[in-house]
C-alpha cells in the first residue's frame, strides 16, 4: 500500500527566512508526487508535481519541491516566506502502475509565517 | 465562473437524517471524487468516478451512496447520519481517466457538515 509522511503538524517561520515542509513516501514502483495548499475554509489547491525529468520541481507562488529518489522524499521549499503563505499543506502520492491509481495524502502541515 | 462547485456549503442536521450533497463541476473533466475530511484535516478518499462509472469505492459505509447522473456532477447521498459522519467533504475532479496518475485534482469548497 502507497503512504505519505508529513513528520510535522507544525511548522513555525519569520517572513522573509526560508521555509520547508517536509515529505516522505512510500510507493511500489515509480511515484507521481504533488503538494496541495488549502487556506482556511477552502478547498485544496494544487501547486506543483513531479512526475519524471528534473527532480527540482517549480510551482505556484515561488513554491518548489525537490524529489530525492534515494530518500523518498519530496520536501516543499520557499527562499522567502511570506506572511500570505500560512496556510495548511498537502503532500501526497499516486503510484504510475497497478492498481492504487488513487492519490494518497499525507496528514498535512499547518505553515505559520510570523511578521 | 466557479470550476467545481458544491452545495450545501454548511449543512447541520440530527442523527438518523437523510442528507444530500451535491457537486458539479464545468472543466469538462471525466473523473469526479469525493473525500472526506476529519477534526483533525486528515483527508481520505472515499469513492472516485470515471463518466458515470463507479471506479474507486473505499471502504465507506454502505449509508452512503454517490450518484452520478452525467460526468459533470456527482452527488453524495448519506442515510441515517450519525455523529461521526461530522466533517468537511470535498468533491474534486481530474481529467482523462487514462491519464490519471499525473493528472491535478481541483477541489470544490468544502462542504460542512454537523450531525447533532
Known amino acids: 500500500a502507497q503512504s505519505v509522511a508529513q513528520p510535522e503538524d507544525q511548522v513555525n517561520v519569520a517572513e522573509g527566512n526560508p521555509l520547508t515542509v517536509k515529505c516522505t513516501y512510500s510507493?511500489?514502483?515509480?511515484?507521481?508526487l504533488f503538494w496541495y495548499v488549502q487556506y482556511p475554509n477552502r478547498g485544496l489547491q494544487f501547486l506543483l508535481k513531479?512526475?519524471?525529468?528534473?527532480?527540482l520541481v517549480k510551482g505556484s507562488y515561488g513554491f518548489e519541491a525537490e524529489f530525492n529518489k534515494s530518500q523518498t522524499s519530496f520536501h516543499l521549499k520557499k527562499p522567502s516566506a511570506l506572511v500570505s503563505d500560512s496556510a495548511l499543506y498537502f503532500c501526497?502520492?499516486?503510484?504510475?502502475?497497478?492498481?492504487?491509481?488513487?492519490?494518497?495524502f499525507g496528514s498535512g502541515t499547518q505553515l505559520t509565517v510570523l511578521p | 465562473d466557479t470550476a467545481v462547485s458544491q452545495t450545501p456549503k454548511y449543512l447541520v442536521t440530527q442523527m438518523g437524517n437523510d442528507k444530500s450533497i451535491k457537486c458539479e463541476q464545468n472543466l469538462g473533466h471525466d473523473t469526479m471524487y469525493w473525500y472526506k475530511q476529519d477534526s483533525k484535516k486528515f483527508l481520505k478518499i472515499m469513492f472516485s468516478y470515471n463518466n458515470k462509472e463507479l471506479i474507486i469505492n473505499e471502504t465507506v459505509p454502505n449509508r452512503f451512496s454517490p450518484k452520478s447522473p452525467d460526468k459533470a456532477h456527482l452527488n453524495l447521498h448519506i442515510n441515517s447520519l450519525e455523529l461521526g459522519d461530522s466533517a468537511v467533504y470535498f468533491c474534486?475532479?481530474?481529467?482523462?481517466?487514462?491519464?490519471?496518475?499525473?493528472?491535478?485534482?481541483?477541489f470544490g469548497a468544502g462542504s460542512r457538515l454537523t450531525v447533532l
Open positions: 501526497a502520492v499516486r503510484a504510475l502502475s497497478g492498481s492504487a491509481r488513487q492519490l494518497t
Open positions: 513531479y512526475i519524471t525529468g528534473d527532480n
Open positions: 474534486a475532479s481530474s481529467g482523462v481517466w487514462v491519464q490519471s496518475g499525473a493528472n491535478v485534482l481541483t
Open positions: 510507493v511500489s514502483g515509480n511515484p507521481y
